[in-house]
């Protein structure tokens, strides 16, 4: 596949000590990189100094980079990541790290840095780059990162921002030239009217701020519905969020569509008042019972509970058996809250997710749910003014096909061409 223009003009220019390409989801910004890196290794082949490979977690460097890399070059000169977190990248021995956890850091000290890759540094642990930097201490030191943008006083930016020896080049979604229209087009609707429309289609560098789900605030009727019919629901399952403190308890129930098409909350239950563990599992039990009769006969067999009350886990599991519930409990995977509510922007601004109008406590969380005024994190307001409950049941009981339903509308990319290289 040819070079987009951008892709160009990085090669062309990238010769600073610090080369990064921030911007848009989907623009091209690691492609290139697939051809780049194998030149910068080569380059510093018999320097001082180690090569580093630095991602969010070394599971997303296996799959952003390695497993590219390996399907253009080939396993000869593109290994796996070994068990002592090394790879043998054309030639050379390299390091390949997480860097999302500060744990990292000490694996970054006492080295001397000849070249380092990174992958998705916003989400890295900032110490890590702060170690990277005193590492990178040789005159041909040189690195190559790329990211999307996060907020405008996240800690990368301010970096990007100093007198730095640094080459940023920014993208956005329309600079990439080989994307396919239809996907180009879903893929704005997908994010229309969030903040993450800004950050990767437009490329921007803003905060979050306000309502996080605004199309839904906006026009809920547009996405209530009276009833199942019509829609070829496959299955269904159930997310159970305990409450304490100030918090309520919390069941939401999500039918989806054959071929995870369309998600459709089809019950809820938001519970403000203390409950024993008896009267919890009673209305549990109640609420199982009015989720089969909404379902008709939409198999429900999976609940997913909040991980973080065992106890009360195991209770349930009990009353399962006790009661015959017929249903598997399991924990829910509590996936990063902001991963959570990116797929609910997705689902919704793709109009893939629907909800009974019966629903009423969580047509009033997704109205409600707004963003926290923390000028450095994304965070979703949680002082006790919105229904946080309702939302966390709601991301339990789809969160294990999050991935699965985000890839089905997406065009996947072919991939790339392999070729031949000689090590010199």
């Given amino acids: 596949m040819p070079f987009s223009p951008m892709q160009k003009e990085y090669f062309k220019n990238a010769s600073h000590r610090w080369n990064v390409k921030s911007g848009a989801t989907r623009s091209g910004k690691t492609y290139m990189d697939y051809y780049l890196i194998p030149m910068r290794i080569r380059q510093c082949v018999g320097l001082d100094g180690l090569v580093f490979i630095l991602g969010n977690t070394k599971g997303t460097l296996q799959r952003n980079l390695i497993e590219p890399l390996r399907c253009i070059w080939g396993g000869d000169l593109v290994s796996d990541i070994r068990s002592d977190n090394t790879a043998v990248l054309f030639g050379e021995k390299c390091y390949c790290l997480g860097a999302d956890k500060v744990t990292q850091v000490d694996r970054l000290r006492g080295s001397s840095v000849k070249y380092c890759y990174g992958d998705e540094v916003v989400t ?229 997710y629907r909800i009974l109008g019966s629903c009423k406590a969580t047509i009033d969380a997704f109205c409600s749910a707004q963003w926290d005024d923390d000028p450095v994190k994304d965070v979703r307001l949680d002082n006790g003014t919105t229904n946080i409950d309702s939302l966390d049941a709601q991301e339990y009981s789809t969160e294990i096909y999050m991935r699965d339903m985000i890839e089905i509308s997406r065009t996947p990319v072919k991939p790339p061409v392999r070729l031949g290289m000689t090590i010199q």
């Fill in 124 to 352: 890295w642990n900032e110490e890590v780059f702060i170690m990277l930097k005193s590492r990178m201490d040789k005159p041909y030191s040189i690195f190559d990162g790329t990211c999307n943008p996060e907020g405008r006083q996240h800690w990368f930016r301010k970096f990007l921002d100093s007198d730095a020896d640094i080459y940023e080049q920014k993208y956005t979604l329309d600079d990439n030239p080989f994307n396919p229209p239809e996907f180009v087009e879903n893929l704005k609707k997908e994010y229309a009217g969030t903040v993450y429309y800004n950050r990767y289609i437009l490329g921007e560098w803003v905060n979050a701020e306000g309502l996080i789900y605004r199309d839904f605030a906006d026009d809920p009727a547009r996405f209530v519905i009276d009833s199942l019919n019509g829609l070829d629901t496959a299955f269904a399952t159930v997310g159970v969020d305990f409450g304490g403190g100030s918090s309520a308890h919390a069941f939401n129930c999500t039918a989806f569509t054959r071929g995870l098409r369309q998600i459709i909350t089809v019950c809820d239950r938001h519970i403000t008042d203390a409950l024993t563990p008896e009267k919890l599992y009673n209305a549990f039990g109640d609420f199982l019972s009015e989720c089969r009769s909404v379902l008709g006969g939409v198999p429900l067999v999976d609940v997913y509970c909040d991980s973080a009350e065992q106890t009360l886990i195991g209770g349930m599991r009990a009353e399962n058996v006790r009661r015959g519930w017929r249903v598997e409990i399991h924990n829910a995977r509590k996936n990063p809250i902001n991963d959570r509510i990116r797929f609910y922007c997705i689902m919704q601004g793709a109009d893939r």
